[in-house]
Nanobody
């Protein structure tokens, strides 16, 4: 009922930049937190950054000062600007949204995108 579509991944050299985008569609009354997670081969999925509906942000220590998360509530979208990329940032990046589908209750569903590959290599 809720679809998240990511874009913006790719291959970049160390020190380069990428901007990921994620747009939510479907049955949406309101979106609470939105965030980006990543999963490298052989590792668990980890939180990269998230942002509340009031634009409060939270970052993993490994990306602080290099990545910036933002959202556009009118477009149900979240973005991740990634600068000074390192080889250890290589992973599949997933968008997540905590969606409230209906106005008449407070039920929420955690929705995930399909993932976008980010590869940092020379």
């Amino acid at each position: 009922q809720v679809q998240l579509v990511e874009s913006g991944g790719g291959l970049v050299q160390p020190g380069g930049s990428l901007r990921l985008s994620c747009a939510a569609s479907g049955r949406i009354f309101r979106i609470n937190a939105m965030g980006w997670y990543r999963q490298a081969p052989g590792k668990q999925r980890e939180l990269v950054a998230d942002v509340t509906s009031g634009s409060s942000t939270n970052y993993a220590d490994s990306v602080k000062g290099r990545f910036t998360i933002s959202r556009d509530n009118a477009k149900n979208a979240v973005y991740l600007q990634m600068n000074s990329l390192k080889p250890e940032d290589t992973a599949v990046y997933y968008c997540n949204a905590d969606v409230r589908p209906y106005s008449y209750n407070y039920y929420t569903v955690s929705s995930w995108g399909q993932g976008t590959q980010v590869t940092v290599s020379s």
